[in-house]
């Protein structure tokens, strides 16, 4: 499976960004899609996370309330909708894919994710 993120900008604080990770490939075998994300210096921390077959979603509770994941099937796209951010949320984007079947609360786990997007930047202004 091949990711692409994008999506990602400069935006002041309390606007909005939609991300988006295109997967390509053997999109059949997805199980999930998760998006990460990561500072210089700090270790890849997760934001939110889908279930492909059901939709099922979780968030980090950095960004719960702020976040809404969706995925379109027929696209093989995720999306992550970010709203009200904060210049805390300035970061590299990552979405990643996994061909197991979690649970929910397993959702967040990194362990359990197999490719890798190259990353999309966004940067909040205050």
């Known amino acids: 499976v091949q990711l692409q993120a994008s999506g990602g900008g400069l935006v002041q604080a309390g606007g909005s960004l939609r991300l988006s990770c295109q997967a390509s490939?053997?999109?059949?075998?997805?199980?999930?899609i998760a998006w990460f994300r990561q500072v210089p210096g700090k270790e890849r921390e997760f934001v939110s996370a889908i279930r492909w077959s059901d939709s099922a979603p979780r968030y980090a509770d950095s960004v719960y309330g702020r976040a809404t994941i969706s995925r379109d099937r027929v696209k093989s796209t995720a999306y992550l909708q970010l709203n009200s951010l904060k210049p805390e949320d300035t970061a590299v984007y990552y979405c990643?894919?996994?061909?197991?079947?979690?649970?929910?609360?397993?959702?967040?786990?990194?362990?359990?994710?197999?490719?890798w997007g190259q990353g999309t930047l966004v940067t909040v202004s205050s």
């Open positions: 990643t894919s996994t061909t197991t079947r979690p649970i929910t609360g397993n959702l967040h786990r990194v362990e359990l994710y197999d490719y």
């Open positions: 490939g053997h999109t059949f075998s997805i199980g999930a």
